[in-house]
Each structure stands twice: as structure tokens, then as C-alpha cells.
């Protein structure tokens, strides 16, 4: 265990010094204007603006459940970049919007805050975060995140392992311009179970 937590802040490290200076560098694009124009495997590696990536959006729930980010962009998985050990994505969370308290059975996660401020819950713990926070979740430890600023929150994540929670997310999405198809009740309920082995969610769903 600690093999493998030395092991994801090292790896972290690198990929986070690496993602600072690429959003250095993409200070001045549009993102309107970028596009997910990196292969979709490759063994020579990837560097990745900060609006390059796989953009995939979330399909609605038929339920009416809301969701904090309507979309998200993965930077590594095995799917895209070929990684064998990493799944690293961004997303934004819109101001008022919260991830709702969750955990992970099998995986730790890295959380890093790339613009805004908000309010991290971990475990019993409470903080205000911005820009430049990073927060470590343990396996099986509850985690949820507030916007409480007036700008969207910018989050990076990154899990130790290439198919998870990458399978997962991705199986509740579609890619850019494909259909946007809204999950039926039985549906989501079926995904909820399968995927009940990578999160769990610790509240329900706001309407």
C-alpha cells in the first residue's frame, strides 16, 4: 500500500509539472477553437494543451438528476494515450454546482485544483480550496466538492489505473458530436450497479 501511494505521488508529480506547463502555453487559445486532435493511442506518448483531450459529454438522466460537470475531457486512459497505468481527465464545475459525496472501493484518487476556489469535504474533514490545491483520497474514503466561487471550478483527477473509472465515466458519456441520448430509469439503474465496483455514492442525487 504504501509501494503504491509512493508510486501515484511520483507519477503525479511529473504528469502535474508537465500539465503546467502545457496550460501555460494555452493561456491564449480558444477553447471553442480547439479540438480533440491527439490520437487516440500512442506508444511516444502525448503532450496535450489544456483544451486538448477526448471531449466527451455526459447524457442526461431520464430521472431528472442533475450532474456538476455536463462534460469532461480525458487527457490519459487506456483508450487514449495507450496508457497501462494511468487515467487522467479535466473537468469544470459551474458555480453553485457540487460533485456530491462519493468513494472508491478499489482506487485512490488525486484531485487537483487548476482554477477557481471551493470547499472539499474529506471524510470529516471540511476545507476551503483554489487554485493549486491538491487533495489525496484514500480508497473506501468519502470525498465531495463545492463551488462556492462565481467562476467555473477547473478540476484535474487522476486514478492509478487505466480502465476503472475511466471504463466507468466513459459509459455514462458519448464523444463530441455524437448523439446525446438521455439514460432511461432502467438504464441508469443497471449502470449504477455495475459500476458500484469503482464509485459509490454516499448521498443521493440532487434533482
Known amino acids: 500500500m504504501r509501494l503504491a501511494t509512493r508510486k501515484l505521488s511520483i507519477a503525479f508529480a ?9 496550460s501555460l502555453s ?12 491527439a490520437p487516440m493511442s500512442s ?9 486538448e483531450g477526448e471531449l466527451r459529454m455526459r447524457r442526461p438522466r431520464a430521472n431528472g438528476e442533475s450532474v456538476a460537470a455536463p462534460s469532461f475531457r480525458i487527457k490519459v486512459d487506456r483508450k487514449f494515450g495507450a496508457s497501462s497505468s494511468f487515467f487522467m ?12 459525496l462519493h468513494h472508491h472501493p478499489h ?32 480508497r473506501n474514503v468519502s470525498v465531495g466538492l463545492h463551488n462556492t466561487g462565481d467562476q467555473p471550478l477547473s478540476l484535474v483527477f487522476i486514478f492509478p489505473e487505466p480502465d476503472g473509472m475511466s471504463g466507468q465515466m466513459r459509459s455514462g458519456s458519448v464523444g463530441e458530436g455524437e448523439p446525446l441520448v438521455p439514460f432511461t430509469a432502467e438504464e441508469l439503474a443497471a449502470r449504477n450497479v455495475r459500476g458500484s465496483e469503482h464509485i459509490v455514492f454516499d448521498e443521493p442525487a440532487k434533482p
Not at 502535474?16 to 506547463?21: I, M, P, R, V
Not at 506508444?43 to 483544451?51: K, N, R, S, V, W
Open 26 to 37: 494555452a493561456s491564449a487559445q480558444n477553447p471553442d477553437q480547439v479540438r480533440s486532435s
Open 89 to 100: 481527465g479535466m473537468e469544470d464545475i459551474a458555480p453553485g454546482d457540487k460533485i456530491r
Open 14 to 22: 511529473a504528469v502535474l509539472s508537465a500539465f503546467a506547463f502545457a
Open 107 to 138: 482506487a485512490e484518487e488525486i484531485l487537483f485544483v487548476h482554477r477557481g476556489t471551493g470547499v472539499v469535504r474529506l471524510g470529516s474533514r471540511e476545507a476551503k480550496v483554489r487554485a493549486g490545491a491538491t487533495v489525496y483520497i484514500p
Open 43 to 51: 506508444t511516444a506518448g502525448l503532450i496535450l494543451q489544456e483544451y
